[in-house]
């Protein structure tokens, strides 16, 4: 019936486009999220960082040196002249330059299709970004439907959200080699985010057990595909993945 199928879909394990196809093209980047809406996943990840001059962009590090031909912090330069470095990646054998793009390019060009799990994280060990999250997914109309899910390493980040918008999905995230079973449990939060190494059947038996869904992301490239293959029959409820094509294909087909 349509009922069973709806469940027999809710349970297969959500993949989840780390930085976007990364695998094939620099993360965080437009092109790396239209790839990956192309592959087709359930999730574009993204990591947040804020410019000096308080907007949010798409950037992993603390600076632009490793995705860049620039050099420094993002939270050093304006907007304005972030934008005035590139990343320089190359697809079907075209070379591709591009800006570092802010969150609302990337919801612009992909908010009518895609869902999103966002990372947040401290400013300066100050909670600064949560609220203007949640002002631009609410300006996007995406706060409904689990068509957001937030994520962050920090706490502060996380009950920040929840004080402003009790409503939107969480992912408690821990850093590898750290992850406490009895803490994850312990808070509200639905969803923890383990490193591949520090998930067991035990673990994964035990969250389930306090009805928290379990999304795993990998810190070691080369050992990635034995590990999502290692943890399939875990049930693990989602992937953070650099190969998306090989996790769909693992997990089968959607
Ligand atoms: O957000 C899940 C995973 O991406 C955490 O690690 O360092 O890649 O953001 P990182
Ligand atoms: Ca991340």
């Known amino acids: 019936s349509e009922h069973e199928k709806e469940i027999v879909q809710a349970d297969k394990p959500k993949i989840?486009?780390?930085r976007g196809a990364n695998d094939r093209f620099?993360?965080?980047?437009?092109?790396?999220?239209?790839?990956?809406t192309e592959d087709g996943v359930n999730y574009l990840e993204i990591d947040?960082?804020?410019t000096k001059d308080g907007e949010l962009v798409a950037m992993h590090d603390e600076t632009i040196d490793r995705t860049t031909n620039g050099q420094g912090k993002v939270s050093d330069y304006t907007l304005k002249e972030l934008k005035k470095f590139n990343t320089i990646s190359t697809y079907n054998n075209k070379t591709i330059s591009e800006e570092i793009p802010t969150l609302r390019e990337i919801?612009?060009?992909f908010s009518d299709t895609e869902n999103f799990?966002?990372?947040?994280r401290l400013v300066n060990g100050h909670v600064a970004m949560e609220k203007q999250v949640l002002e631009l997914l609410q300006e996007y109309d995406l706060l409904h439907n689990n068509r957001v899910i937030l994520q962050s390493f920090s706490m502060k980040s996380l009950e920040k959200i929840s004080s402003i918008y009790p409503n939107i999905p969480l992912t408690?995230?821990?850093?590898?080699?750290?992850?406490?079973?009895?803490?994850?449990a312990s808070t509200n939060y639905p969803i923890v985010g383990i490193e591949s190494k520090d998930v067991t059947r035990e673990v994964v038996k035990q969250l389930h057990k306090r009805g928290k869904e379990v999304h795993v992301y990998f810190t070691n490239r080369k050992s990635q595909k034995k590990e999502q293959k290692r943890m399939l029959e875990f049930g693990v409820d989602g992937y953070f993945t650099d190969y998306i094509l090989y996790t769909k294909e693992l997990v089968g087909d959607m």
């Open 48 to 50: 947040l960082r804020m």
């Open 107 to 109: 919801l612009d060009s």
């Open 172 to 184: 408690l995230l821990f850093r590898k080699g750290e992850f406490d079973v009895d803490q994850a």
């Open 26 to 36: 620099i993360e965080h980047t437009l092109t790396a999220y239209k790839i990956a």
């Open 16 to 18: 989840i486009a780390h």
């Open 117 to 120: 799990y966002i990372e947040t």
